[in-house]
């Protein structure tokens, strides 16, 4: 059942990739610094414009502390032009980098001695500390050496200090990166730790700082800043490999198919993925089964190493012919990998796995991979496309001296108090197993949804729920021209921007010179790529409601993504609610919000054959249009649901922070439950009006959903809600909404309610405060006070259960008043 979803999903896929020209997305980093030391002027590299600090960059300053900046006085020296000049300190002194974006960052330091007149750089001696942390100690260098680490940034100000480690000795540098990771980069949870005692998860990468050892394209060339997503520096494996003619090179000419949950651009560069080494079977028999391994010194000395390893399947010529097994230092990491399972069924698609491992006593981190006990004797094969090696610098319990937030605490935070009960997940999942998957009733006919508009592009594109189909002009004749986006949106005129994400700007448009429309153009600059951009089409071609926003079209001609949406007059439902100046809403208002917003998530789930989920709620893809009606928006995350004998999709873990469902997070398998989280999450933020996650508030207040709940739990949730609502909801509605949004955050998934259930606790919510209204409009003193009451709804008798049977009895009687 799955196997036939996804593969009729790949088949519409492949077929957009054969009439595509390859795009290349850059990414443009929400924060980015590239200081050029001790220069006033700028210094171009590789592409980059490295700004000099003497020419006090924005946003950057050098702190007090003794400080020269120094010109290479060898006017016939080769170097680079970044590397003639540099900052040497003489006493601890910092920059400090006022940081937009919190988040991992890459930061790159780049060393490269010179001799000047009273200072030979190769002497130098000193420490660099990251926000308080060592990342170098004792350092000095003899020849050019960049060092890069992952940091994770939780400050409004960031600093990087150098310290001399002596009085007569210097600190200096020549150039500094900072720059925004892709929030994809590194994912807190998911990494194997390989070692003696088997396989365990290891938990909270992102606290850690990496330091970049090895980054290696396998079976390929060096590939330079100039040639990565990243800046990044990829070397040949050639150095590294044990028997050399254990391997052989495998290459491919087309770029590779990137997927949804697979690895993208910015994990890795298309080279990459495009060459790689499997077995050299030319001289040896075909039935010998050997390893190919790869040494990387590691220095003595006991570290921790955070290693990513990649694969695109370039070898297979058809699915399930590969099946091989990965070794770290001698210890089995991944057993009959199968790459086809889980690139959604498709060749040379990018995947990547984590894992971390210990140096052993021979001082090298040593990784092979070998076939499979799986594969045919005529396909035993085994591949590796890159590796990269990164010591965990904080690992051994090394001490801070920053006063500052200790790195890493707001995102651990959010997955706090769910790490310690992994047994009991697994206890769970058997129980999930075990659940005679129920039958879906149709809610989507029975109920009856309020037809407030329906775009006339779209009544001729809705013929129930099959997958959208291919036709001449693309996805159902939704394709619009380039030329007519440029007339709607004048040419992308700046003045219509209206917002940008990570898919890229959004403009206000008039199309055929009759209806408003929201134009979201992918830039080089996006995070998501081209499987992001196809899965939103394939979503909202396929659904239809008045609460999902609708597609009006897209554009795919000159190397342009382009989506093209009715526009949704009010914007995000987060700006009604807090930090744009805008008007507070009633709580009716933001009850019927939350409702409306429901229905569209209950629609996805139930409404079309498979189910949907979408991945990404929060309160900025919850639209609001003139009427204040709740429109979901932005399905480029989302993903066809389970079918009915299987309780979940796995998948990489994608989403939002402060929003993600803990227990996707852990196991990286989706339900509609995930999504259900994500909504608790917002309706804790209508309630209390503030962001889901707030790094700049007590540890304790950081993470919306985890403090609402220690109020609920103790009653007190009328303490922390929206000091506009205060005394205007009705006790019996605040606790209606508060057990809501509580069940909806439940840390296991079987716990939550479904959205039907959401939904009709909701219409509750709203007719406990409107009880009150009506009789406070028709005064009857023999009823004042008696604030219990609730005359139509056995609002006792149904609680949330998570069995959507009765409830949706009640949400249909519901339904049936309209509204
Ligand atoms: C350096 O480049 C920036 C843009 O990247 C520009 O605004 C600035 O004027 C340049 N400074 C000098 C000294 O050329
Ligand atoms: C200047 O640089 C050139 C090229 O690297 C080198 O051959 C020469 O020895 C250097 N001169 C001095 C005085 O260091
Ligand atoms: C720096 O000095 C320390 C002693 O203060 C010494 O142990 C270390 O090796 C020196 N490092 C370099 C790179 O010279
Ligand atoms: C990498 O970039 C260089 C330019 O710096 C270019 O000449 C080279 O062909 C690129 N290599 C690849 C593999 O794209
Ligand atoms: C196979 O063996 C021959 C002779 O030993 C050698 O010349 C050749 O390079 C080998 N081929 C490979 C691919 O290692
Ligand atoms: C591959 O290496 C692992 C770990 O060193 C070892 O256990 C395994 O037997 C090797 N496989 C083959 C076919 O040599
Ligand atoms: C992960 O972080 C959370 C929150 O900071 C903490 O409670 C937990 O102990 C950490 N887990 C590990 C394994 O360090």
């Not at 500052?404 to 995102?411: E, N, P, Y």
Request: with cysteine; net charge neutral.
């Amino acid at each position: 059942m799955e196997t036939k979803i996804t593969t009729s999903l790949s088949l519409a896929f492949s077929l957009i990739y054969l009439s595509l020209p390859p795009l290349a997305i850059a990414f443009v980093p929400r924060d980015n610094y590239l200081i050029s030391c001790g220069s006033s002027a700028n210094t171009t590299a590789d592409n980059r414009i490295f700004a000099g600090d003497l020419s006090k960059p924005g946003s950057v300053s050098l702190s007090s502390g003794d400080s020269i900046s120094l010109t290479n006085p060898n006017t016939s020296s080769k170097s680079a032009p970044l590397y003639q000049t540099a900052r040497v300190f003489t006493s601890a002194s910092s920059y400090e980098f006022n940081i937009k974006k919190i988040g991992n960052h890459l930061v790159r330091l780049h060393f490269s001695p010179f001799t000047s007149q009273n200072y030979n750089l190769n002497h130098a001696n000193f420490s660099v500390l990251a926000n308080g942390f060592a990342i170098l100690s004792n350092f000095g260098v003899r020849h050019t050496v960049i060092k890069e680490f992952i940091v994770m940034v939780n400050v409004v100000d960031f600093e990087i200090e150098f310290v001399p480690m002596n009085p007569l000795s210097f600190a200096f540098v020549n150039a500094i990166e900072v720059f925004s990771a892709p929030d994809d980069l590194i994912f807190n949870y998911g990494a194997k730790m390989i070692g003696p005692n088997g396989i365990q998860e290891f938990k909270n990468i992102s606290k850690q700082i990496l330091e970049t050892v090895y980054r290696i394209n396998v079976g390929g060339l060096k590939l330079t800043p100039f040639n990565d997503t990243l800046w990044r520096t990829w070397t040949s494996d050639e150095d590294f490999l044990i028997l050399k003619s254990a391997a052989k090179i495998a290459s491919i000419t087309h770029t590779p198919n990137y997927q949804t949950g697979g690895a993208s651009r910015e994990i890795a560069p298309d080279n990459v993925y495009m060459t790689a080494q499997q077995m050299n079977k030319d001289n040896l028999s075909t039935a010998l089964m050997f390893n190919i391994t790869w040494e990387f010194p590691v220095g003595s000395g006991v570290g921790r190493y955070f290693v990513r390893l990649h694969f695109c399947d370039i070898v297979s010529k058809s699915l399930s012919q590969l099946y091989f097994n990965v070794f770290i230092n001698g210890f089995i990491a991944y057993k009959d990998l199968d790459l086809s399972t889980l690139t959604l069924h498709s060749l040379a698609s990018p995947y990547y796995v984590d894992f971390i491992a210990h140096s052993d006593r021979s001082g090298v981190v040593r990784i092979s991979v070998g076939p499979s006990e799986l594969s045919t004797s005529l396909g035993k094969n085994a591949i590796l496309n890159g590796i990269e090696i990164m010591k965990m610098v904080n690992f051994v319990g090394s001490e801070t001296r920053s006063k500052k937030t200790s790195i890493g605490v707001w995102v651990g935070s959010v997955a706090g108090g769910f790490t310690f009960l992994c047994l009991l997940v697994l206890a769970l999942l058997v129980i999930l197993r075990c659940r005679k998957p129920k039958k879906k009733s149709k809610p989507a006919e029975s109920m009856v949804w309020p037809s407030l508009r329906v775009g006339s592009l779209h009544s001729r594109l809705f013929e129930g729920t099959a997958l959208a189909s291919l036709g001449p002009n693309g996805y159902l004749g939704l394709k619009i021209s380039f030329a007519e986006i440029q007339v709607a949106t004048n040419n992308f005129d700046q003045n219509l921007i209206i917002g940008s994400g990570g898919f890229g700007t959004v403009y206000k448009g008039v199309l055929n010179e009759k209806t408003k429309v929201a134009v979201k153009r992918g830039v080089p600059g996006s995070r998501q790529g081209l499987p992001e951009f196809h899965s939103e089409i394939t979503v909202l071609s396929k659904i239809r409601h008045c609460h999902l926003v609708s597609l009006v079209g897209y554009c795919e001609e000159q190397s342009e993504m382009i989506l093209v949406y009715e526009y949704i007059e009010k914007g995000p439902l987060k700006n009604h609610l807090y930090g744009s100046g805008l008007p507070p809403m009633s709580w009716k208002q933001r009850l019927e919000i939350c409702i409306g917003a429901a229905r569209g998530l209950h629609y996805l789930h139930t409404g079309s054959a498979q189910g949907i989920i979408h991945r990404d709620i929060k309160s900025t893809n919850i639209l609001l249009d003139e009427n204040y009606v709740a429109k979901v928006a932005d399905f480029g995350l989302s993903r066809s649901g389970p079918c009915l004998n299987e309780t979940h999709v796995s998948t990489g873990v994608k989403g939002s922070f402060g929003y993600l469902d803990p227990e996707y997070f852990r196991r990286q398998q989706l339900t509609d439950k995930s999504d259900v989280y994500s909504f608790g999450v917002v309706l804790f933020e209508v309630l209390c009006a503030r962001p889901a996650v707030d790094p700049l508030l007590t540890r304790e207040q950081v993470n919306l959903a985890e403090w609402a709940i220690e109020w609920q739990k103790n009653g007190r949730l009328d303490q922390i809600i929206d000091p506009y609502l205060m005394g205007k909801i009705r006790p019996s509605s605040l606790k209606k909404f508060g057990d809501t949004a509580e069940k909806c955050v439940a840390e296991y998934g079987v716990d939550r309610p479904t959205m039907g259930d959401v939904l009709w606790n909701l219409e509750n919510a709203l007719q406990l405060q409107e009880t009150r209204r009506q009789r406070e409009l028709h005064e009857d003193s023999s009823i004042r006070g008696s604030s219990e009451v609730v005359p139509d709804l056995p609002s006792s008798s149904v609680e949330i259960d998570g069995d959507s049977g009765v409830s949706q009895v009640f949400s249909q009687l519901l339904n049936s008043e309209g509204r």
